[in-house]
């Protein structure tokens, strides 16, 4: 796949998008009391949009479900650790990742979250594709391509001799 048929998103215009949403979120009068990161591609957004709108309570669901560029695992799986269920009890949630591809990792977590309770769930996502079987409240852009994001764009940072592509770290003394 060339990067022409990529979606590009730099970190500067991750922060734009990022102020873009919370200004739409914002601006519904939707008051979250607590912004839920998917792990780990929703960690960085679900970061700087829990700034943005001014709410401290953060958490995180980690989910994997690809395990390779455009390869993914039969179905999405909650990992360890797992949130305090009891914390959101009652309250509202924004629920954040980096994009709705299929949709199914966020219906997982939606589902899950609906489960214990919670007074509203909302979901907001940078980038959602036009397969998702879940409509997100909130997105930045839609797009039917291959993002590049700027915190999984580059390899792994590795430990001594490189290992395929992956960058090395200067041996500690």
Do not use: C
């Amino acid at each position: 796949m060339s990067s022409t048929e990529r979606e590009i998103l730099t970190w500067d215009l991750f922060g734009e998008a990022s102020r873009e949403l919370a200004r739409d979120i914002a601006g519904s009068g939707f008051r979250p009391d607590m912004v839920i990161a998917v792990a780990r591609g929703g960690l960085l957004p679900a970061g700087a949009i829990s700034y943005a709108l001014g709410v401290k309570a953060a958490g995180t669901l980690n989910v994997e479900f690809y395990s390779d560029i455009e390869e993914t695992l039969p179905d999405p799986v909650v990992l360890e650790p797992l949130l305090d269920t009891d914390a959101i009890v009652g309250k509202n949630l924004l629920v954040v990742d980096d994009v709705a591809d299929s949709g199914r990792t966020l219906d997982l977590v939606l589902e899950l979250l609906r489960r214990h309770q919670p007074a509203q769930v909302r979901s907001a996502v940078l980038y959602t594709k036009p397969r998702t079987i879940v409509q997100p409240d909130f997105s930045w852009r839609e797009t039917d391509r291959w993002i590049n994001f700027p915190w999984s764009s580059k390899p792994p940072v590795v430990s001594g001799a490189t290992s395929g592509d992956g960058e090395t770290a200067p041996a500690v003394p």
